[in-house]
């Protein structure tokens, strides 16, 4: 099988990586990619000696850490990717692991589908305010549905959809011209449909929450479509809905503007327009559904975009323990 060549120099940039976390073992840590208030992101590969012909993982892998007495949202996070399986519009989660830092902490670690092209917000950010092309943003758009349909329908809702976590996987291996699909991910705020009203669910961005969330802390299916008329927007625009990023700026807008509803500026197509007025609708039971929103001219036009597994292994939900932690539990945290 002939190698990508971007998975290549990836994996030249795992090898050099360091970090105060040991490895995996199968797998060796890399570079720092990312940060949060849940943890650390890194790059990982399998380590030399491990074929990737009969390993559980593919050869190169996202991995997020946290102590194990701060990893509650990451354990929250595996069960939903647990609970959400089997659908290619969500970031594949490949299992989870104990390792120990170099003060022997124990350190959680969620095994991820890396995105080596970036986030959605990368993406806009690098348009200068411009924003995407029109097919570009359809075809993200109807990939971003898919998922949000194989959430609903599971009883969920992603309570924190906009772009950083909205990620970018190549469609195909050539250097030039390259595509993306795009993939839902960061699914550690998720809640079951039944917990999602008062406290269960105020976390999130405040650019992208809806009129109910803001104002009556409600979050439901509606409001992750509310949340997806704002990331178009923002493709379409290079901008976000709102001007202000604080609660109440936003919620001072949402009250001055029409219908209270983000401005949709001229210069967009019909399609386009179209498919935001029925996202950013004040009264969430006036909002479409995902599987209504698949149906409307702007993403009925777009292109099923279906990615070349050829060099990712398929997701294996797998639990790997160090030998000496065999014993060991992971802190229960609540069902949700």
Not at 189 to 208: E, I, N, P, Q, V
Not at 312 to 334: D, E, G, H, L, N
Request: contains cysteine; proline residues 4%; aromatic residues 8%.
């Amino acid at each position: 099988m002939k190698r990508n060549s971007m998975l290549e120099e990836l994996e030249v940039e795992v090898e050099d990586g360091s970090s105060e976390f040991n490895n995996g073992i199968q797998w060796k840590r890399g570079r720092l990619i990312g940060k949060g208030s849940f943890g650390s992101v890194f790059l990982a590969s399998l380590k030399p000696h491990i074929s990737i012909k009969y390993s559980i993982f593919p050869s190169v892998m996202a991995v997020k850490s946290a102590e194990i007495s701060v990893s509650e949202t990451l354990q929250k996070e595996k069960q939903n990717y647990d609970n959400l399986k089997g659908c290619s519009s969500l970031i594949q989660c490949f299992g989870e692991e104990i390792t120990t830092d170099h003060n022997g902490h124990m350190i959680y670690n969620l095994l991820l589908e890396v995105a080596t092209g970036g986030t959605l917000a990368h993406h806009i950010k690098n348009t200068g305010g411009k924003g995407l092309e029109e097919n570009v943003v359809r075809n993200y758009t109807k990939s971003i549905i898919k998922g949000l349909i194989h959430i609903h329908r599971s009883q969920y809702v992603h309570c924190d959809l906009k772009p950083a976590n909205i990620l970018l996987i190549p469609k195909n291996n050539t250097t030039t011209n390259r595509q993306f699909i795009a993939k839902i991910a960061d699914l550690g705020l998720a809640r079951r449909t039944s917990k999602t009203k008062g406290s269960y669910c105020l976390g999130g961005t405040f650019s992208y929450m809806a009129p109910e969330t803001l104002i009556d802390g409600v979050q439901e299916s509606t409001s992750d479509i509310w949340a997806l008329g704002c990331i178009v927007l923002e493709m379409l625009t290079g901008n976000r809905a709102w001007a202000a990023t604080d609660k109440v700026g936003i919620v001072k807008e949402m009250t001055e503007n029409l219908h209270g509803m983000p401005k949709i500026p001229d210069g967009l197509s019909v399609e386009a327009t179209g498919f935001l007025k029925n996202c950013l609708v004040r009264k969430p039971e006036f909002r479409f559904t995902a599987e209504m929103l698949m149906n409307v001219p702007f993403v009925a036009a777009a292109v099923d975009q279906e990615q070349d597994f050829n060099t990712m292994k398929a997701p294996t939900s797998v639990t790997k323990w160090p030998r000496q932690f065999k014993r060991q539990r992971i802190i229960p945290i609540k069902a949700v």
